[in-house]
T-cell receptor, first 111, second 116 residues
């Protein structure tokens, strides 16, 4: 079963604009991870934020985490056509620390 | 260095056939996961190996699904008597984590299985 929902399901913006995606989860977590998936490809890890962190930056990416609301957001600044992909949040759980993914946001950046 | 590789990339099987999907993890990664991704959905966990030991197979949807990693490196996911609902992308991931700390998982490109 999916851990939670991502919002919006689909997002279309112009190159240069910022893109914000939100993720909600259901259970308590140690960390939350964001992954990108280009069409027909595997997932690529973008960023990991720990439960004691509120905000983290990596290049054009900014992730926030609100454990009281069980939500996270991913901001991509100055988007490029190459950012077109599906974005998933994921949380590790279980003894195996397997990832439980959200349903994803399909981002389209128009040139 | 080399990432996670999977083969075949695409597989078409007739209903009732058996299939075998291969995963080569990153060298030295102890942990290996298999996930199933239906169209338009996020991946869902199938099974987990730590070295050659299959420690969690709670996500396998039926006893037609079987996975092994006999020497603690390459893993094979086998599906017997394939059904149409088995059509999905099967993703393999590896990580250096052994469960006491979370690290990113490195994913292969996946095998797209279509059962006709």
């Amino acid at each position: 079963s999916q851990q939670g929902e991502e919002d919006p399901q689909a997002l279309s913006i112009q190159e240069g604009e910022n893109a914000t995606m939100n993720c909600s989860y259901k259970t308590s977590i140690n960390n939350l991870q964001w992954y990108r998936q280009n069409s027909g490809r595997g997932l690529v890890h973008l960023i990991l934020i720990r439960s004691n962190e509120r905000e983290k930056h990596s290049g054009r990416l900014r992730v926030t985490l609100d454990t009281s609301k069980k939500s996270s957001s991913l901001l991509i600044t100055a988007s490029r056509a190459a950012d077109t992909a599906s974005y998933f949040c994921a949380t590790p759980s279980g003894s195996a620390r397997q990832l439980t993914f959200g349903s994803g946001t399909q981002l389209t950046v128009l040139p | 260095g080399a990432g996670v590789s999977q083969s075949p990339r695409y597989k078409v099987a007739k209903r009732g056939q058996d299939v075998a999907l291969r995963c080569d993890p990153i060298s030295g990664h102890v942990s290996l996961f298999w996930y199933q991704q239906a169209l338009g959905q996020g991946p869902e966990f199938l099974t987990y190996f730590q070295n050659e030991a299959q420690l969690d197979k709670s996500g396998l949807p039926s006893d037609r699904f079987f996975a092994e990693r006999p020497e603690g490196s390459v893993s094979t996911l086998k599906i017997q008597r394939t059904q149409q609902e088995d059509s999905a992308v099967y993703l393999c991931a590896s990580t250096k984590s052994t469960g006491n700390r979370d690290y990113e998982q490195y994913f292969g490109p996946g095998t797209r299985l279509t059962v006709t």
